[in-house]
């Protein structure tokens, strides 16, 4: 599997992407931290968490005796610019000749 299709395989799930919004807010949580938000074993969240760092959409850094999950965001950015970034041009350019359509027709 390719890096790109982990990525959005990790993101395909509701619950992992709900861990990373929680690395959002706050970087740096413990599992426990992680778990305390959701309603799901540590068993489930731990292999969440697996699934979100080999996509490197999550860093672990251990600090002594806890390790500490950090938000990756440079493969989202990859997807940004990758598949989003090239087809918000053409919204934006529809949009403003939207604008000015309707401009017109107040002038009129």
Known sequence: MDEMDKIFKALADSNRRKLLDQLFEK?????N???????MTRQ????????????????VEWQG??????????????????????????????LKELKNSLKEENRE
Do not use: M
């Not at 489930?44 to 860093?59: D, F, P, R, Y």
């Not at 940004?80 to 087809?87: A, D, L, P």
């Open 27 to 31: 970087n740096g949580q413990t599992l």
């Open 33 to 39: 931290e992680l778990c305390g938000h959701l309603d």
């Open 44 to 59: 489930s969240v731990t292999k969440h968490l697996t699934i979100l760092e080999e996509a490197n959409l999550i860093i």
């Open 65 to 94: 005796r806890s390790k500490l999950h950090y938000l990756n965001t440079a493969p989202i950015g990859e997807i940004y610019g990758r598949w989003v970034k090239k087809f918000e041009h053409h919204r934006i350019v529809a």
